[in-house]
């Protein structure tokens, strides 16, 4: 049974870095060949598609949060970890981890809400 779990506050300062970690289980991270990946759902919205990371470590990220967006991994703990730099209140949403890529995946996690707000 493959479990992911998303961990990292849930509140976060305007202009200030969101860092999450999905901590997997059940399956490892470098013998996957589809990719792993961070989701997020604002309130009232659909999901949207962040990034992924490979099981080579390969980073790929969503063209329109490249910018603030970095993925990567610490194989040792078979997690991967989710910054989103200069956050807004338009950041706040509900974060998951995905086995997969784009908003397609077998396995996802439970989720995190994270608030921005001072």
């Known amino acids: 049974q493959v479990q992911l779990r998303e961990s990292g506050p849930g509140l976060v300062k305007p202009s200030q870095t969101l860092s999450l970690t999905c901590t997997v289980s059940?399956?490892?991270?470098?013998?996957?060949?589809?990719?792993w990946s961070w989701i997020r759902q604002p309130p009232g919205q659909g999901p949207e598609w962040m990034g992924a990371?490979?099981?080579?470590?390969?980073?790929y990220y969503s063209p329109s949060l490249k910018s603030r967006t970095s993925i990567s991994r610490d194989t040792s703990k078979n997690q991967f970890t989710l910054q989103l730099r200069s956050v807004t209140p338009a950041d706040t949403a509900t974060y998951y981890c995905?086995?997969?890529?784009?908003?397609?995946?077998?396995?996802r996690g439970q989720g995190t809400m994270v608030t921005v707000s001072s």
């Open positions: 990371i490979n099981n080579d470590g390969t980073t």
């Open positions: 995905t086995r997969g890529r784009g908003t397609s995946y077998d396995y």
């Open positions: 059940g399956d490892s991270i470098t013998s996957n060949y589809v990719g």
